[in-house]
């Protein structure tokens, strides 16, 4: 059974940085690429960056363009979220999710783990 | 950016009753590069469906997928108990994919 574990998350001041990691288990991790989507607590859904199964290829959105950086490392079955320069509206859930394919790019999502808690606040 | 515009935003229905849910994009999608997630209350999202029709694995047959280019359609053609949720589209032909506000399905 595909099982995503979420770490990392917690209160940071704005400007400061926090890396998310995810652990994953019950399916071929490098087989598939993998994202980060977000969730502000009570709202919707926003995609934040993507990974290929070999790190050749990466997405991001604007919002979080040159401050996060996604990796991975396939021998650990890990997921990464570098996140610098934090700030207030970055604060949310922050979900590790299993796109449907190995290239990041057109995918749907086909396993969530439960989610790390980020909140930004002086 | 293509904009995904779900309605209604709350859905307050009975058991039993059929559920029609909509999604508009502000361009068209392609391929139908649309998936639905239903989400409940302190729950990751589970994906529905995608490629706009096609069901996941051990979604019930109660649940239908439909439309193309710039409008689709999620239908639960009755509503059980455990349904009573929060439902999001995804559209993933063009970056970054992006989802719709949410429509609520409620117990009336």
């Known amino acids: 059974e595909l099982q995503l574990v979420e770490s990392g998350g917690g209160l940071v001041q704005p400007g400061r940085s926090l890396r998310l990691s995810c652990g994953a288990s019950g399916f071929t991790f490098d087989d598939y690429a993998m994202h980060w989507v977000r969730q502000v607590p009570g709202k919707g859904l926003e995609w934040v960056s993507g990974i290929s199964w070999n790190s050749g290829s990466l997405g991001y959105v604007d919002s979080v363009k040159g401050r996060f950086t996604i990796s991975r490392d396939n021998a650990k079955n ?6 610098n320069s934090l700030r207030v509206e970055d604060t949310a859930l922050y979900y ?3 796109g449907d394919s190995s290239g990041w790019y057109r995918n749907w999502f086909d396993g969530w783990g ?3 808690l980020v909140t930004v606040s002086s | 950016e293509i904009v995904l515009t779900q309605s209604p935003g709350t859905l307050s229905l009975s058991p039993g009753a059929r559920a029609t849910l909509s999604c508009r994009a502000s ?7 649309l998936a639905w997630y239903q989400q409940k209350p302190g729950q990751a999202p589970r994906l ?3 490629g706009a029709s096609s069901r996941a694995t051990g979604i019930p047959d109660r649940f239908s997928g439909s439309g193309s280019g710039t409008d689709f359609t999620l239908i639960i053609s009755r509503l059980e108990p455990e349904d009573f949720a929060m439902y999001y589209c995804q559209q993933y032909g063009s970056s970054p994919g992006t989802f719709g506000q949410g429509t609520k399905v409620e117990i009336k």
């Open chain 2, 48 to 50: 529905l469906f995608y």
């Open chain 2, 27 to 33: 361009q068209s999608v392609d391929s139908s590069f």
């Open chain 1, 78 to 83: 890990s997921l990464y979220l570098q996140m």
């Open chain 1, 114 to 116: 439960q989610g790390t």
């Open chain 1, 96 to 98: 590790c999710v299993r």
